[in-house]
Nanobody, 126 residues
């Protein structure tokens, strides 16, 4: 499975961006797909995840309400809609996937994911 993250860029504080994660090589029907982000010198941080089978979602507590994860079965895509962006949201955003339907308590753990995309830079500044 190869993942491709896209949609990053520069945005002013308060703006919005939508990131996309496409998968090739296998449909994500039974997968769990997550978004993580990382800034230099810090550990990779969980953002959000979605379980394809039933659409269950999990968010980092600090981000819930501003970020929304969704999936499109027909396109085999996962999206991360980010709103009211802040400078502290600046990071490289990665999508990750595993062919397992993760339970809620494990969705935020990077080591539960088997496949990772290359990352897309999001910069929030004025």
């Amino acid at each position: 499975v190869q993942l491709q993250a896209s949609g990053g860029g520069w945005v002013q504080p308060g703006g919005s961006l939508r990131l996309s994660c496409s998968a090739s090589g296998r449909t994500q029907r039974d997968f769990t797909t997550g978004w993580f982000r990382q800034v230099p010198g810090k550990e990779r941080e969980f953002v959000a995840a979605i379980r394809w089978a039933d659409g269950s979602t999990k968010y980092a507590v600090s981000l819930k309400g501003r970020f929304t994860i969704s999936r499109d079965r027909a396109k085999n895509m996962v999206y991360l809609q980010m709103a009211t962006l802040r400078p502290e949201d600046t990071a490289v955003y990665y999508c990750a996937a595993t062919p397992r339907g993760l339970i809620m308590t494990t969705m935020s753990r990077p080591n539960e994911y088997d496949y990772w995309g290359q990352g897309t830079q999001v910069t929030v500044s004025s």
